[in-house]
């Protein structure tokens, strides 16, 4: 995945899990990353729509964690972000009669699902609450 909607969504739900309970203004969580507000706050709606954080406006307002962070996974919230193959896109329309042309896209889509499936398996055996444990 060659965008950064993954890192920063785990950042943002790295530093809520570190502030259990306490609402985190959005001006705060991007100041963390030295990113602009309006980055985070898309990832935050996201991450809303997912179930992973609530929020609320207002002067006293930011976001928190819906549900504990030992009931969120990585790889839950890398398919939430996750627009794009791991590996990048195949080739456009390579040229049918060579005869790597014709079926490198169905192996490039095999090969790139099969590396997706391993990364996934990975970040399903870690919690939201052991990776923020790193940082303490």
């Not at 990832?43 to 819906?66: C, D, P, T, Y």
């Not at 990585?74 to 079926?103: K, W």
């Not at 490198?104 to 889509?109: M, S, T």
Request: hydrophobic share 40%; charged share 20%; net charge neutral.
């Amino acid at each position: 995945m060659s965008d950064r909607r993954f890192s920063i969504s785990i950042h943002v739900l790295v530093l809520l899990a570190g502030n259990s309970g306490e609402w985190m203004p959005s001006d705060y969580l991007a100041g963390s990353m030295n990113i602009n507000p309006v980055l985070v706050r898309k990832e935050l709606s996201n991450l809303r729509k997912h179930g992973f954080v609530i929020s609320k406006e207002g002067k006293n307002g930011g976001s928190m964690l819906a549900k504990p962070a030992n009931e969120i996974y990585l790889s839950d919230i890398y398919r939430t972000v996750s627009s794009q193959s791991l590996l990048g896109n195949e080739l456009a329309s390579p040229n049918p009669a060579c005869p790597v042309g014709r079926q490198i896209n169905d192996h490039l889509h095999a090969l790139s699902m099969e590396a997706e499936n391993a990364m996934l398996n990975m970040l399903g055996e870690q919690t939201l609450a052991e990776f923020t444990r790193k940082f303490e």
